[in-house]
């Protein structure tokens, strides 16, 4: 990178330190702690995505690393330095913004000049920088236009680059993908990973849209009601959700409650269900509350009265009745009811094109699926950080 | 569909009514006859001949131009940083503060004046130009603060966040940022600050003596004189210098503005 001494922000570096490390960092307005406890580590490179609902404190989280306010309890180290003390605009941190936040007065070019001009950029070397940036986001020739000129995806473009142009060490995106369209969504969604690899940059994406944590992140952080309920790699995540609340934000299917007992498995009534416990710490223990997570597309459907489809082993067959079928163009979302479950209503996903709205509502069939698609967990979990 | 002729037939007659008095003062300005009449006698535009000649005329608009300068120079800055800091920080006495705003529709100008004649009569600044100027400030100062605050409640807040995270410190971002942000209210308010400072009577009436009158002073004095078609001349004039003013203030940042003020 060729930048001057005082181009480069003033935070000291131990080269093998993560690029961002937060220990106990929490926020409180009045009597509410918006963040309760966040400790995390990310290392140099790598983008995490933090999921979540609205108002689990995904934004005050990033502005606490960005420096926008101070925690209230905890600390944030960016590359190993202490940066409690330091303002916002000497953090090496670039920022896309919920509502963009472009300048209205200056053009794209002006908007992505500026960073430069405020970090102190040689001024020959702002020109040719600008117009680099502006062709690395796909907008060359725009650079002459006012923000209110551009398109919503255009302006999404300045934003990024007016975040990425004097490459900072940290990128932190707050939803600013939210309000776009669904195609032009995951065309950015494309795009930031794109420019993400290019440019090496740690980042950190906010968002409460699942799919976008899964298609785009190395980590993913998921939070509820100011708390980290889990972190690590997407798959992870998203096989084995280290706690309910995860499970049913990813958009597992059905949420089965009951008794735990060793093995474990799911007493509901006088039904034994075996399933499986992703996580020893959030395990039920024998003979208390448990609740399970059963995944939709996992839930194989039969008719009542045939074989089982392949020769997978399942555990499991109870009878059902088609409620509803939901025709979703790649899928058909089935409503099952299942009397031996009290009554319990199943989601199901079939995703076999040629299987399309084979049962039709008030079909009885019959219903299966492996233990290991049956994620047990402590049921008091569910009360205690509900969001 | 069916209301439209009458909706559209009721406000072209307000339309005409608002606009009546000064279009009968403008008709009249054209007389080429001796008295101010409606509609005029022949047509011409000597009267307005005269009003370039008349010395005391001319003398009082410039007056009345260096009070609204000194007006408008003030309320920028004050009324900016004022609507800025309401509009941003809770503070105690922010209750007081929007009563105070609300005083320019509440407290008779003669109210006003008077306490400001008081004042200015202790300082020794009666009968002076600029303190004019400085009264009419005062008195106006709210409607600048509307136009300021409405471009300020319409800001974006991260605007200022996303000047931080490219770097830019609180005086660059207040100068490059908030500032260039806020200045069609800036430029709204200073707008309609010089045009009431330009038209002010009453006050004027009061601060100043026999040789530093303002323009509408003047007009008022000759009004108690004798009536010629001049005044409707000078009246008209008036009219113009406002009609050009809210033009002005259209191209440049657009008339909604006041619409937006809460
Ligand atoms: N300035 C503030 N004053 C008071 N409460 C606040 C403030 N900012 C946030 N909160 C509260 O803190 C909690 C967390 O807010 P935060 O903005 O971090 O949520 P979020 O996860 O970003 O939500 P969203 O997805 O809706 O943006 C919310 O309950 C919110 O109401
Ligand atoms: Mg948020």
Same mark, same amino acid.
Request: aromatic share 0%.
């Given at each position: 990178m060729a930048v001057g001494v005082a181009a480069r922000p003033t935070v000291p570096r131990a !080269?093998?330190? *993560?690029a961002v490390e937060a220990t106990g960092l929490g926020r409180r307005y009045g009597e509410v702690w918006a963040l309760e406890e966040a400790s995390f580590r990310l290392e140099r490179g790598q983008f995490l995505t933090v999921l979540g609902p609205s108002g689990s404190g995904k934004s005050t989280l990033l502005k606490l690393i960005a420096g926008f306010e101070r925690p209230d309890r905890g600390h944030v180290r960016l590359f190993g330095a202490e940066v409690d003390a330091v303002p916002p605009h000497r953090r090496p941190i670039g920022m896309v913004f919920q509502r963009l936040a472009l300048f209205p007065h200056m053009t794209a070019a002006g908007n992505v000049a500026f960073p430069l001009e405020m970090r102190r950029f040689d001024p020959r070397e702002i020109p040719a920088r600008v117009e680099r940036f502006l062709k690395l986001v796909r907008? %060359? =020739?725009? @650079?002459?236009?006012?923000?209110?000129?551009? $398109?919503g995806g255009q302006q999404q473009r300045v934003a990024i680059a007016r975040a990425l142009v004097f490459e900072p060490e940290l990128l932190l995106l !707050? %939803? *600013? &993908?939210? $309000? &776009?369209d669904v195609r032009l969504k995951e065309e950015m969604q494309l795009e930031f990973r794109r420019i993400q690899r290019e440019l090496g940059v740690t980042t950190i994406n906010v968002t409460h849209d699942q799919r976008e944590a899964l298609v785009l992140s190395d980590r993913v952080i998921v939070m509820a009601g100011g708390r980290i309920l889990q972190e690590g790699d997407p798959e992870t995540v998203w096989r084995d959700p280290a706690h309910p609340f995860v499970a049913r934000f990813l958009g597992v299917g059905t949420m089965l409650r009951g008794r735990a007992e060793a093995g474990p498995v799911l007493r509901i009534g006088e039904r034994l269900l075996p399933g499986r416990a992703p996580n020893p710490a959030t395990a039920p223990r024998p003979g208390q509350p448990a609740v399970a997570a059963l995944r939709a597309e996992r839930v194989r459907i039969a008719p009542a /009265? =045939?074989? !089982?489809? /392949? @020769?997978t082993r399942l555990a499991e067959r109870l009878a059902g009745r088609v409620e509803d079928a939901v025709f979703e163009g790649e899928r058909v979302l089935y409503e099952l009811s299942v *009397? %031996? &479950?009290?009554?319990l209503r199943l989601r199901a996903i079939d995703r076999d094109p040629g299987g399309h709205a084979r049962y039709r509502p008030g079909a009885p069939v019959s219903v299966q699926w492996s233990p290991d698609d049956l994620l047990l967990f402590d049921a008091s979990l569910e009360t205690g950080s509900d969001p | 569909m069916r209301q439209l002729p009458l909706a559209g037939g009721v406000a072209l007659a307000l339309l005409l009514l608002l606009a009546a008095p000064s279009l009968v003062v403008a008709g009249a300005s054209l007389t080429a006859g001796g008295i101010v009449q409606f509609p005029p006698e022949g047509l011409s535009l000597r009267w307005y001949g005269r009003v370039l000649e008349a010395r005391e005329v001319r003398d009082a608009f410039l007056r009345s131009l260096e009070v609204a300068t000194v007006c408008t120079a003030l309320a920028v800055p004050s009324g900016t940083l004022a609507a800025i800091a309401l509009a941003r920080w809770r503070f105690r006495a922010a209750l007081a503060i929007q009563l105070y705003l609300l005083l320019p529709f509440t407290v008779p100008l003669i109210g006003s004046g008077i306490g400001l004649m008081l004042l200015f009569g202790e300082l020794g600044l009666l009968g002076r130009v600029w303190p004019v100027g400085i009264a009419c400030c005062v008195i106006n100062l709210p409607f600048m603060i509307w136009a300021v605050a409405a471009s300020v409640n319409a800001l974006d807040p991260e605007l200022e966040r996303a000047a931080a995270s490219c770097g830019a410190g609180p005086v660059q971002t207040f100068l490059l940022v908030t500032l260039p942000a806020v200045a069609p209210g800036i430029l709204a308010g200073a707008l309609v600050m010089f045009v009431l400072a330009l038209n002010e009577f009453l006050v004027s009436l009061l601060l100043v003596d026999a040789r530093t009158v303002t323009l509408p002073v003047q007009i008022y004095t000759q009004i108690r004189a004798v009536i010629t078609p001049d005044l409707a001349a000078v009246s008209t004039v008036y009219v113009l210098v406002a009609a050009a003013a809210v033009l002005l203030l259209d191209r440049l940042v657009g008339l909604e503005i006041f619409l937006r003020s809460r």
């Open positions: !080269d093998t330190a *993560p907008l %060359e =020739g725009l @650079g002459g236009r006012r923000p209110h000129e551009l $398109s !707050d %939803e *600013p &993908l939210a $309000s &776009l /009265d =045939g074989a !089982d489809g /392949d @020769g *009397p %031996e &479950l009290a009554g | -």
